[in-house]
């Protein structure tokens, strides 16, 4: 799927998905979710090189890590409308006993998790050794992953970071989700971190910005620039801005809604601003 118009109806869906999912069961991540819609479904619809039928192993194909797992709600619903699993499961998010736990988890085998992401700022290392396994097996694809900006706070992402550069992890591109907040307020007031590009600059990173994070286009070509980037020595950054809460005028521009979920009446009116374009499950 590659018109403008299927990735943005898909999108507009997922943001049905995410927001109905969270209400449920009062609780969940809307916030960063909606933030990346656009992202995630471009990633999977467009960029990734990817097998029919999953594995764990991930060889001869692209691989994918989310490291901010508190953003499930959208990895679940980019991986059931893209065929991984059924679309009905979207329904048992967050219950007891299910596939579909509040950070992804690899225990109960759901197709497309290759690692749990539970705790923040280990996805970029698993990211990288995952990079050097392909390297070894000489297999020329790449690996993603995607952060938030709030977790690069987190010491061991800065590690990897160090790592990766040092040790010429080229087939690789991380994705910064830079929304400026986080769970307590914006990312200024709560650990200022500066200037990213020039922080992952100093660390011997390629960067590149995509300043339209939430518009498809700008993202499908921004990554294929990050991708025509590889293989010349270092790892990719690519510094994607986005709007928490996109799409829902009420949680825009704030950093209420990163782990709240909406009301009955809030759901209405967030549901209203994203018409159903593919079918709820």
Request: include cysteine; charge should be negative; aromatic fraction near 8%.
């Amino acid at each position: 799927m590659s018109n403008k118009q299927q990735l943005q109806d898909l999108t507009t869906q997922v943001r049905r998905d995410i927001l109905r999912m969270v209400h449920a069961v009062n609780s969940g991540h809307p916030g960063g979710s909606l933030g990346c819609a656009e992202f995630l479904v471009a990633l999977y619809q467009d960029i990734l090189k990817r097998k029919n039928d999953f594995d764990m192993n991930g060889i001869g194909e692209d691989v994918f890590f989310l490291s901010n797992g508190h953003i499930s709600p959208l990895f679940y619903s980019v991986l059931a409308r893209t065929g991984y699993f059924p679309i009905a499961e979207l329904a048992t998010f967050r219950k007891l006993n299910t596939r579909l736990q509040g950070h992804p988890t690899t225990h109960e085998g759901l197709p497309g998790i290759r690692v749990a992401s539970g705790s923040l700022g280990q996805g970029l290392s698993v990211a990288i050794g995952t990079a050097q396994a392909k390297k070894l097996n000489q297999d020329n694809h790449l690996v993603y992953v995607l952060t938030g900006d709030g977790e690069l706070q987190e010491g061991q992402n800065w590690e990897a970071i160090m790592y990766a550069a040092a040790k010429n992890v080229d087939n690789l591109i991380a994705t910064v989700d830079y929304n400026g907040q986080q769970i307590d307020g914006s990312t200024k007031d709560v650990l200022n971190m500066g200037n990213l590009k020039a922080k992952f600059e100093a660390f011997d990173w390629d960067v590149l910005e995509v300043v339209e994070g939430n518009n498809i286009e700008a993202i499908i070509s921004g990554m294929n620039e990050a991708k025509s980037r590889t293989g010349k020595g270092k790892p990719v950054c690519v510094i994607l801005h986005t709007e928490m809460g996109n799409g829902v005028d009420f949680m825009m521009h704030t950093h209420a809604w990163h782990g709240k979920a909406p009301n009955d009446e809030q759901l209405a009116i967030a549901l209203a601003q994203n018409p159903e374009t593919l079918g709820d499950y």
